[in-house]
T-cell receptor, first 111, second 114 residues
Framework: DTAVSQTPKYLVTQMGNDKSIKCEQNLGHDTMYWYKQDSKKFLKIMFSYNNKELIINETVPNRFSPKSPDKAHLNLHINSLELGDSAVYFC??????????FGPGTRLTVT | GQQLNQSPQSMFIQEGEDVSMNCTSSSIFNTWLWYKQDPGEGPVLLIALYKAGELTSNGRLTAQFGITRKDSFLNISASIPSDVGIYFCAGQEGYGGSQGNLIFGKGTKLSVKP
């Protein structure tokens, strides 16, 4: 019954590696998002995506790329991981930009 | 970019007390949302406000969309221990494209008085 799910919950990896985080929503929403929460708990938008448009926050490095195989999934790929990428990453979904439902988060630790 | 000022940053509560927190912005928003985040979990939507002046309740929680569209407050009445957590306000300019993205406040951390 989980509305927005993410895997894995925890991800520990070394600098320079490439990793992916998966996200699925079963709410029938048309827009999905990735947010990053830093160590001070500040939440910031990284991407928003529906089947027409990908909006990228200009501050996001191009090592991060979202991939959407279908409307219910938006995965996050990260290349050449850096120490500063350590954070909690949240997937979210909504109807056409309305109130967002968030996933449980993926805690990424880069060593 | 846009920023929201959320206050207080943290507060201690005693069971039964009423709690207030608010957010202000230099920009106008069309939607204000209030979320709660428990440790190790994602933010959970508490209240959504869509019209200036709107006052909405959800159990012991009440939130208002400021008449200027630049502020919102959240009140919690008769707090209980499970109210502890981090509360976030979020503003949204519009409904499509980048205007549908949320701008978050920095959170208000509620803890229990020792």
């Amino acid at each position: 019954d989980t509305a927005v799910s993410q895997t894995p919950k925890y991800l520990v990896t070394q600098m320079g590696n490439d990793k992916s985080i998966k996200c699925e929503q079963n709410l029938g929403h048309d827009t999905m998002y990735w947010y990053k929460q830093d160590s001070k708990k500040f939440l910031k938008i990284m991407f928003s995506y529906n089947n027409k448009e990908l909006i990228i926050n200009e501050t996001v490095p191009n090592r991060f790329s979202p991939k959407s195989p279908d409307k219910a999934h938006l995965n996050l790929h990260i290349n050449s991981l850096e120490l500063g990428d350590s954070a909690v990453y949240f997937c979210a979904s909504s109807h056409s930009g309305g109130a967002k439902n968030f996933g449980p988060g993926t805690r990424l630790t880069v060593t | 970019g846009q920023q929201l000022n959320q206050s207080p940053q943290s507060m201690f509560i005693q069971e039964g007390e009423d709690v207030s927190m608010n957010c202000t912005s230099s920009s106008i928003f069309n939607t204000w949302l209030w979320y709660k985040q428990d440790p190790g979990e994602g933010p959970v939507l508490l209240i959504a406000l869509y019209k200036a002046g709107e006052l909405t309740s959800n159990g012991r929680l009440t939130a208002q969309f400021g008449i200027t569209r630049k502020d919102s407050f959240l009140n919690i009445s008769a707090s209980i221990p499970s109210d502890v957590g981090i509360y976030f306000c979020a503003g949204q300019e519009g409904y499509g494209g980048s205007q549908g993205n949320l701008i978050f406040g920095k959170g208000t951390k509620l803890s229990v008085k020792p």
